[in-house]
């Protein structure tokens, strides 16, 4: 039985009609974009694939578009992303389909969606769209009385500062109840996110440890070696905090230091997610390295004037009784070195220095290191002794890999969960506004950007960050 769905069974609080109904109907918003080419489309094919997608599938966007087209569409996309191995499975999703064509604007739209989805009463609206236009989506859904029973699926960034996260959440809260409300962030669908908090709970060993009296710091990489290619335009308007610290990287941050849910439940686990993010110390100027890499005002799109950062390392503090004091070191760019993410959770050298070796300044201390990409892994490192009669050795990695074969992609996960009505890997309003709190006092003041040449690590400044001796680790693809 799926773990979050059996933890849910008894927990009257976290139940409601519209919550645990499957929904009967799929509307994707802005059908004919990048998103729903790149990503949407093959998730539907692999979910009928599993014989999960059973419902009408209605695509709305302004192109002029037949369904023949739609179709054709869908067919090179999945073609694109791997290859066609499920003939009936692709007929079935091709015989699903249906296309709405209009404004987001014009109520008529709406209009001649509600007459596409006919007999369907419990619609999930995926918003694939600019976020400058979930507000008018999600007000016509109300006005057109499309989200009675309805779910509403909000793709990132949910809103760009604390005051647009507020407004939106006020205006999405004005229509749909928050447990019908889906903010999804793909990193959470990911099968090396999800273990992180499986196997920090999972394992007895690691609670003693898990706490400021054993862990001197937390890194988290998250890199990239590839540049912003044709979203230019959309880099400067968000820039590598707002596209990947806030969300992605805090998501992270706060399966690592949440405290164990105090019952069996995803609302239990959102909870204290929440509680992480309310926790954080507001980042100020001097705990953020900005940088840009060499050529980014040559992309498509960008100012030549830019001071929009493709990367971004910070120093975070977590004032809680677990972590008061721990040093929380984020790091993110374009055209870095590899592509790869990683945590290592450094712990804190023995308190008794009984040998030489075992705690020189350039070393590192034991840790535990989760592998999160370009696959999943999660490694031990402890000294062990050299044969002979020194009390000499070398640190070495306790190493498992966890790639397993037939994982779902994280947007089939989140697309099925949301239409189940599961919303344990979503984000909810209280951490959505937390998150923004955080960050909020440096989205305007901070230091300009330093330039760093392409394939490196990133500026030399964000070495300041760390104390002295130390030094970021550095994922190996």
Request: aromatic share 10%.
């Amino acid at each position: 039985m799926h773990f979050w769905r059996r933890f849910t069974e008894g927990v009257e609080m976290e139940k409601s009609d519209c919550r645990t109904t499957p929904a009967d109907a799929l509307v994707i918003f802005g059908v004919t974009g990048d998103l729903a080419h790149k990503m949407i489309f093959p998730a539907l094919y692999a979910m009928a694939k599993r014989g999960v997608l059973t419902v009408p599938v209605v695509g709305v966007a302004s192109s002029t578009w037949s369904l023949a087209q739609l179709r054709k569409r869908v067919k090179e996309s999945i073609k694109q992303a791997g290859s066609i191995d499920d003939r009936p499975a692709l007929d079935l999703l091709l015989s699903q389909l249906q296309y709405v064509a209009g404004d987001y604007n014009d109520p008529a739209t709406f209009k001649k969606l509600k007459r596409k989805l006919g007999a369907s009463r419990r619609p999930a609206h995926y918003l694939a769209i600019p976020p400058a236009l979930f507000s008018i989506v999600i007000e016509n859904l109300g006005a057109s009385g499309l989200a009675d029973q309805a779910r509403v699926i909000v793709e990132k960034p949910f809103g760009r500062d604390l005051a647009s996260a507020r407004e939106l959440n006020r205006i999405a809260l004005s229509v749909f109840a928050e447990d019908s409300i889906f903010r999804i962030d793909h990193y959470l669908g990911k099968e090396a996110i999800m273990n992180i908090l499986y196997f920090r709970f999972a394992n007895s060993f690691l609670e003693p440890i898990w706490n400021r009296n054993c862990v001197a710091s937390v890194q988290i990489t998250l890199a990239e070696d590839f540049g912003v290619k044709a979203r230019g335009a959309f880099y400067e308007s968000a820039g590598c905090l707002r596209d990947v610290i806030q969300n992605h990287l805090f998501q992270i941050v706060a399966l690592l230091a949440m405290e164990p849910p105090a019952f069996q439940g995803f609302g239990a686990v959102q909870s204290e997610k929440a509680k992480v993010f309310q926790a954080m110390r507001p980042l100020q100027p001097d705990d953020v390295v900005r940088g840009q890499y060499a050529g980014y005002l040559d992309e498509p799109g960008v100012s030549k004037l830019s001071d929009v950062e493709t990367f971004c390392a910070l120093r975070l503090f977590i004032d809680s009784w677990r972590w008061q004091g721990v040093p929380w070191y984020l790091r993110s760019g374009k055209y870095l070195a590899t592509t790869a993410a990683e945590v290592l959770v450094e712990l804190k050298p023995p308190p008794q220095r009984l040998f030489d070796d075992a705690a020189a300044p350039e070393g590192r201390a034991n840790y535990l290191r989760f592998r999160l990409s370009p696959n999943s892994a999660v490694a031990l490192a402890a000294r062990v002794k050299r044969a002979g009669k020194e009390f000499v050795g070398d640190q070495r990695e306790l190493f498992l890999l966890n790639e397993q074969a037939g994982q779902e992609t994280p947007y089939e996960r989140l697309l099925s969960d949301a239409m189940a009505g599961d919303g344990a890997l979503f984000t909810r309003e209280d951490a959505v506004e937390a998150a923004w709190a955080v960050v909020d006092p440096i989205l305007d003041t901070h230091h300009p950007v330093q330039l760093y040449p392409q394939g490196s690590w990133g500026p030399e400044q964000a070495d300041t960050l760390l104390p002295a001796h130390g030094r970021w680790h550095n994922p190996v693809r």
